[in-house]
Nanobody, 122 residues
Framework: VQLQASGGGLAQPGNSLRLSCAASGLSFRDYSWAWYRQSPGKEREFVAAVEPYNSRTWYSDSLKDRFTIARDDASGTLYLQMNDLKPRDTAVYFC????????????????WGQGTQVTVSS
């Protein structure tokens, strides 16, 4: 199984970035997928998740107005559209695949990508 996250980089406050997570080696459509982020010295933080089959989405309350998660089962790719970026969004962003369990619990995830760095700074 491989999860390849990409799309991170340096962005100015107010700008947008779109992260991608390309998955292979597993049945993408059967998993819930999520984005988490982690800043230095902090625990991994839930950002958003999307369920299989019905594509129901879940968001961190503090991010739901600016971030949008989406899945493309045909290509096996997960996305995170991040708008109006703020310096506090600076973190390494990880994609994860969960077959069962609470999407808010990192222990529920079977696979993780390697992370992509997002830095928001002027």
């Amino acid at each position: 199984v491989q999860l390849q996250a990409s799309g991170g980089g340096l962005a100015q406050p107010g700008n947008s970035l779109r992260l991608s997570c390309a998955a292979s080696g597993l049945s993408f459509r059967d998993y819930s997928w999520a984005w988490y982020r982690q800043s230095p010295g902090k625990e991994r933080e839930f950002v958003a998740a999307v369920e299989p089959y019905n594509s129901r989405t879940w968001y961190s309350d503090s991010l739901k107005d600016r971030f949008t998660i989406a899945r493309d089962d045909a290509s096996g790719t997960l996305y995170l559209q991040m708008n109006d970026l703020k310096p506090r969004d600076t973190a390494v962003y990880f994609c994860g695949a969960s077959y069962s369990g609470s999407l808010y619990n990192t222990d529920s995830y079977d696979y993780w990508g390697q992370g992509t760095q997002v830095t928001v700074s002027s």
